[in-house]
């Protein structure tokens, strides 16, 4: 069985910032794309932010120069550095991967961290 765990959520003001991070644990061969995305109320789940096995990465323009993604190959942990926190960040943070189990391929969501954006 394989789980992503994520964390870092919170409540941050505007201009601030949050590091999420998404562990994945139990029987991995391998883990490729990995990548974040996020759902506000009442809107649909959006990709905000991918990286690849090998590191390259690609961002949603709303969050390019403000978010950075990176991931640790050792610890198979995906992680989310937000800056210059606005309000429209506001949303459900999901990790997701792309894993080679046991049981081969495999697509893995995590539960879902909160970010709240306020003054």
């Known amino acids: 069985q394989v789980r992503l765990e994520e964390s870092g959520g919170g409540l941050v003001q505007p201009g601030g910032s949050l590091r999420l991070s998404c562990a994945a644990s139990?029987?991995?061969?391998?883990?490729?794309?990995m990548a974040w995305y996020r759902q506000a109320p009442g809107q649909e789940r959006k990709l905000v932010a991918t990286i690849t096995d090998r590191g390259s990465t690609n961002l949603a323009d709303s969050v390019k120069g403000r978010f950075t993604i990176s991931r640790d190959n050792i610890r198979n942990t995906v992680y989310l550095q937000m800056n210059n926190l606005e309000p429209e960040d506001t949303a459900v943070y999901y990790c997701n991967a792309e894993i080679i189990t046991v049981r081969g391929r495999i697509i893995a969501w995590g539960q879902g961290t909160q970010a709240t954006v306020s003054s």
């Open positions: 139990g029987s991995i061969f391998a883990i490729y794309d």
